[in-house]
């Protein structure tokens, strides 16, 4: 059984200084179990400026049991799934405890995004990038998915993480990502970004797209509808 | 899982972390179950632990089909110390890791001073699930209401060393509440006092047991950070890890297991005495037929318990024995 009193207490605690730690909980659902938590990128690292989107799910056990944390702005890091947000973190795991709380967990993800750990990578293809094309630019976001492909064809054991090996692309393409997906603008966009998802195209194609025209949603459109 | 070598059927384990030394046991003993499969390879697999309605499956509901006569619950009804020689005779898992004629003798010898045991719920939480039953039994049998004004005081003290080291009120305030309540409830004539089985039914509850066992994880790690100077060189010598790393991974979680150092700092941080006896290897190194135990006195310059002074004027209030991984609670004679 949640003690939800304690998760109110949370809440009202990380709330109240939230202008010093820009870290913030709201409930997603009446019920105290689904929330949504805002941790802003470490400045002096490829997420400075960014806001990113973190979903919480508490289940039956908390404080017991760890909350279910996982990345909804779209971010790139070797410790954080570039596909669905999935975290690799031991707080979150075995050595979560009562003690902790749902803002010193996001305070670790923030400690996370400044200082990844890339002996024990979430994202395989952020670890792998470098291994597999020596010379890289700056990832696009369009390219992803196909190279994704490409590198899931090679099961390599190897973790070469390539923040370690090549720290310049590796920050290259997590400041592109920043930019893309966690500038305000970008979530500003929310509602035109709906609208184009319900007409069926792809999140990050229309998140690029609307970046690229300058937030323009007619514009947006034809360059979506090639033809 | 298996393959076929020279007909012989080869089952290929993976594990997720290396054994640990209490696991061996239990790993023997799948691999002698495993010999008495029969794999027909025509057959169609079929599932034979079925999940439930929700589509999961559960350990809990694969027991409880397992042994219809119950699960054991822990902590146990009191047994007398034969039991435990008799485990060693016959041959149990804890036996036989141990391997022992020499521990046989051994429990022998703890028969002499020891009537009897409890068992406690081997899940990493042992030593704090031992240490709340038999104190709070402790304090049940001897009424002894100076006692727990004495502990409640040292409980409140645990609190503000918490605050000052930085913990949100809420995070340890439950925790805090719930213990003092269950102190409340074993004196007699508070209104709400329960009886000796009723203690034993609350200690099998689940929640009620968890939220005390990290009270005394919140006291330990309190008394630990505050004292980290003395803490340190042992802690560096066990994990080789910083007092702050240490607390956050080996004391605050639940199931981390307790080592010599939470038993100081929860026996510092709340003063009372505890006595460990070690049914070990390390048993075999005195050469004779006895059993090494360690008393935990509190450390002195607390004004609770200046009093004694000399060890052996006090008389600990929680005896423990000890298998490698494992603590239960015994009973002096």
């Excluded at chain 1, 207490?9 to 990380?14: A, Y």
């Excluded at chain 1, 730690?21 to 689904?34: E, Y």
């Excluded at chain 1, 960014?50 to 039956?60: A, S, V, W």
């Excluded at chain 2, 039953?133 to 060393?161: M, P």
Aim: aromatic share 10%; net charge negative; glycine share 6%.
């Amino acid at each position: 059984m949640v003690d939800f009193a304690r998760v109110q207490k949370e809440l009202s605690e990380c709330n109240r200084d939230v202008t010093i730690s820009g870290i913030r909980i709201v409930p997603q659902s009446d019920n105290l179990l689904h929330l949504s938590g805002t941790i802003p990128g470490p400045i002096g690292t490829p997420y400075e400026g960014g806001t990113f989107k973190i979903d919480i799910i508490l289940p039956d056990g908390y404080p017991f049991e760890p909350p279910k944390m996982q990345f909804i702005t779209k971010v790139w890091h070797p410790n954080i799934s570039s596909q669905n947000g999935a975290i690799c973190l031991d707080i979150l795991k075995d050595q979560w405890s009562p003690a902790l709380t749902l803002k010193t967990a996001l305070l670790s993800l923030q400690a996370l995004l400044s200082a990844p750990e890339p002996d024990d990578p979430q994202d395989a293809v952020v670890a792998q990038q470098v291994l597999l094309s020596p010379v890289l630019t700056p990832m696009h976001p369009l390219d992803f998915h196909l190279s994704f492909f490409q590198y899931s064809l090679v099961s390599i054991c190897v973790w070469a993480p390539q923040y370690l090996r090549d720290y310049p692309t590796f920050a290259g393409t997590a400041r592109y990502w920043t930019e893309t997906f966690a500038k305000t603008n970008s979530i500003g966009n929310e509602e035109k970004v709906q609208k184009l998802l319900e007409m069926g195209f792809p999140e990050d194609l229309v998140r690029t797209t609307l970046k690229e025209v300058g937030d323009d949603e007619t514009m947006a459109l034809e360059k979506l509808c090639p033809g | 899982m298996y393959s076929r070598r020279a007909g012989a059927v080869v089952w290929n384990l993976s594990f997720s972390h290396p054994l640990n030394d209490w696991e061996v046991g239990d790993f023997a003993s799948l691999l002698t179950l495993l010999e008495s499969v029969v794999v027909t390879e025509s057959v169609r697999d079929r599932r034979v632990w079925a999940s439930n309605s929700s589509g999961r499956f559960y350990v809990k509901a694969y027991l409880e089909e397992a042994n219809p006569g119950g699960i054991v619950a822990f902590p146990t009804q009191l047994e007398p110390l034969s039991a435990l020689a008799a485990e060693y005779q016959s041959g149990s898992r804890l036996a036989r890791k141990n391997k022992g004629l020499f521990l046989c003798v051994s429990v022998h010898v703890l028969g002499e001073e020891y009537a009897a045991i409890r068992r406690t719920r081997g899940d990493g939480n042992c030593f704090f699930r031992s240490f709340m039953f038999s104190y709070l039994e402790h304090i049940l049998d001897s009424q002894d209401k100076a006692e727990v004004d004495r502990i409640t005081a040292h409980v409140e003290q645990c609190k503000k060393t918490l605050q000052s080291l930085g913990y949100a009120d809420f995070t340890f305030e439950d925790f805090f509440a719930l213990f003092l309540e269950q102190l409340e409830s074993v004196l007699q004539g508070s209104g709400n006092s329960i009886s000796h089985d009723e203690l034993v039914t609350r200690s099998r509850d689940q929640s009620t047991t968890d939220y005390v066992v990290m009270f005394f994880r919140f006291v330990t790690s309190g008394e630990i950070r505050r004292r980290s100077e003395f803490f340190e060189p042992f802690i560096m010598g066990l994990t080789n890890s910083t007092v702050e790393q240490f607390c956050k991974s080996a004391v605050e979680p639940m199931g981390e297991e307790s080592d010599h150092v939470h038993i100081i700092a929860l026996s510092d941080a709340l003063g009372v005495p505890i006595r460990v006896l070690y049914l070990d290897r390390s048993s075999c190194d005195t050469g004779g037929v006895s059993v090494n135990h360690h008393d935990f006195i509190p450390a002195s310059g607390d004004p609770h318990n200046a009093a004694g002074g000399s060890s052996d004027t006090i008389n600990p209030i929680i005896t423990l024995l000890y298998r490698p991984g494992h603590y239960d609670i015994l009973y002096p004679k």
